[in-house]
């Protein structure tokens, strides 16, 4: 059994207000309120860091990054779903009402 | 151009009329060498910057390295905020009115981005008033100090502050002044809490210095803090007055009424010359600026062979207003506890000597 949230369509996701970060070459390390280490985003998760500035739909995550990548939109959604709901779970990114 | 000025050059990317350099002919153990440094002087951050904006040529496997340890570093330094909001949301639920300093602060705020400038502990400013309530709390909390204080009740009004231990490993600068001895006995202290700007830090605001205090609390830092200046506190001159909206005109007034002119000239001057920049009024101001008699007695106790901490200290009487005060500081100095006496000085009679050995001469 996951612990790992499930992330609707239409959920509204942003970074989490009190989460930490730094972004470089290396990607972006991320360190969540109560978390003992950073974790760190790199390749798309970095880009995903970045669309996370602004409260976006999972479905909007989704087609900006297939986009962004030349991508058909099935294979993203389908990479990114573990993704979101680890970094939910992590307390990185948060859901907005 | 030697090793050490090639990774001088690497640092100072960024800032006006600095050519591009290539690490690409460094051996093997030189680039090793200046990539430690770098990391022990807390500037990977600058090279990295440096280097993602093609200002550096590197190989891939320097690349790789550096990369590397910009990751490590900025790990760190988010760590370090993390226990910077925890000490300061402590201190605000106490009602003491604490500032964040230097590298958090900057970094944010001074920095193209935050990952340029790194740092490796926690600075904060608190209040005479709240001083020893803060220190209380974090011993509270865990933390303890890793030097005796001179005399109970010193730091409180003379000291610079005191380093503190968290159980985590993470060092709380927490400081009263800048520096200690006569400059940091010459600011204005209350000017620092006048005004309440705010760096923004997992989501709350943390009150921090205005600009003009960073850039006078980094001269502090560059031109008085260690023998050798610090390459951030450097940088962080240089960053200040050529790549922000710095009121340096205000700042200079400022450091008049602290009497403290000396010190900002001195760290342009040290920022110029380590880094190779373009002469500037800046320059040319800092060139032709002549120190009072308090200003030249006071650096003298800072800077060169004789620098000390006991020599600080006594120079420190001329900063210290009022008769009383004065009276109260130079008892202090000849009778310090015995603990910080054994442990800073092998005893009473030795410091008293020193003390007494290393005062500025009347000229």
């Not at chain 1, 602004?54 to 939109?73: C, G, H, I, N, W």
């Amino acid at each position: 059994m996951s612990l790992s949230p499930v992330v609707a369509n239409d959920d509204v996701l942003i970074r989490a207000k009190a989460a930490l970060w730094r972004a470089g070459e290396f990607g972006v390390v991320v360190l969540a309120p109560g978390a003992a280490s950073p974790v760190i985003l790199e390749g798309t998760g970095s880009d995903l860091w970045e669309l996370l500035a602004r409260p976006s739909t999972r479905q909007e995550l989704v087609l900006s990054l297939a986009k962004r990548f030349f991508e058909d939109v099935s294979v993203v959604d389908t990479d990114m779903s573990p993704v979101l709901e680890q970094l939910l779970y992590l307390g990185i990114v948060e859901t907005q009402p | 151009m030697s090793d050490l000025s090639l990774l001088e050059r690497g640092y100072s990317q960024g800032l006006p009329d600095v050519p591009r350099i290539s690490l690409v002919g460094l051996d093997d153990a030189t680039w090793t060498d200046l990539i430690n440094l770098a990391v022990s002087e807390r500037t990977v951050g600058l090279l990295a910057h440096a280097a993602q904006l093609d200002l550096i040529e590197m190989t891939e496997d320097q690349r790789d390295e550096l990369v590397a340890r910009h990751e490590e570093a900025m790990r760190l330094c988010l760590v370090l905020e993390r226990a910077a909001l925890e000490v300061l949301n402590t201190f605000a639920a106490a009602g003491i009115d604490a500032r964040l300093l230097k590298g958090a602060a900057i970094a944010h705020l001074d920095y193209p981005d935050p990952s340029c400038r790194g740092f490796g502990d926690v600075d904060v400013l608190v209040p005479s008033s709240g001083y020893e309530e803060a220190v209380r709390l974090l011993v509270a909390a865990g933390a303890r100090r890793r030097f005796q204080e001179v005399r109970p009740g010193f730091d409180k009004r003379f000291g610079k502050g005191v380093c503190m231990l968290r159980p985590d490993g993470v060092q709380i600068d927490l400081h009263r002044t800048f520096v200690a001895g006569p400059f940091g006995l010459s600011i204005d202290l209350n000017e620092l809490f006048e005004q309440f700007p705010v760096v923004r830090l997992g989501g709350v605001d943390i009150p921090v210095l205005t600009r003009e205090h960073r850039f006078l609390h980094a001269c502090y830092h560059a031109a008085l803090g260690d023998e050798s200046p610090r390459t951030t506190a450097l940088r962080d001159v240089a960053q200040l007055i050529l790549r922000s909206d710095l009121d340096l005109v205000d700042a200079r007034r400022t450091a008049r009424r602290w009497r403290a002119e000396a010190v900002v000239a001195r760290a342009i001057q040290l920022a110029w010359n380590k880094f190779g920049l373009t002469a500037s009024s800046e320059v040319a101001w800092a060139q032709n600026s002549r120190p009072t008699r308090f200003e030249s007695r006071s650096l003298a106790a800072y800077v060169g062979p004789n620098r000390s901490y006991a020599r600080q200290m006594t120079a420190g009487v001329h900063a210290v207003r009022g008769f009383s005060a004065k009276v109260a500081y130079v008892r202090t100095l000849v009778a310090v506890s015995p603990d910080y006496a054994r442990i800073h000085d092998g005893g009473y009679r030795r410091r008293l000597s020193r003390a007494w050995a290393s005062r500025p001469r009347r000229g």
